[in-house]
């Protein structure tokens, strides 16, 4: 990260931290507050994907620590900013979901249940601040060729160079898009699921490829 920030061209202040960690983030975004000024935009990306079944208890572990990630993460990011950006009227808070979280999948419990929980924590969000000048983003990539992805052992439809999904990201973003499936082919995808007959969609996704537990 440090040689990262190097070759940035511009001030950069980095905080290595555990998300989970709400004491640690509030200290790092008073800290940036104080160095930098209200943000403009505040991007919560931190998640992981485990291969989990509720019926093995030594998965229990696994379903706190998805959750823990994956949505108290993205309030605990968010928080130490929203009184600041809400008083400033104006930035974005963006949080990234996932295709996944639009219907449970096999073997994905954990992953799929903090997913849908964080889109609908982001529309929460958004409700709240209407008018504030705060615009929340929520970005729901399909799948993003990255070492996240390249461990599952399924075909994985329109996959996604990762340079493009951040340049679809950045755009979105920028526009201060409500709502936002990348690639767009993954949003037709996306919703047809939702419309989907449950008897149907039991049917089809019994037999859909499954993540081996414990990898992530």
Known sequence: MQ?????AGTPCHLYPLDVTDAPALAAAGTDFIARCGVPDIVIANAGISVGTLTEELEDLPAFQRVFATNVMGM???FQPFFAAMKQAGAGRLVGVASVAGIRGLPGAGAYSASKAAAIAYLESLRVELRGSGVRVVTLVPGYIDTPMTEKNPYPMPF???VDRAVLSMARHIERGTRFAVMPWQMGVVAQLL???PRPLFDALFARAGRKPRGSG
């Not at 040689?3 to 070759?7: F, I, K, P």
């Open 75 to 77: 309030v605990h990011a």
């Open 3 to 7: 040689a990262l920030a190097a070759e």
């Open 159 to 161: 996959l996604m160079p």
């Open 194 to 196: 939702k419309v989907l």
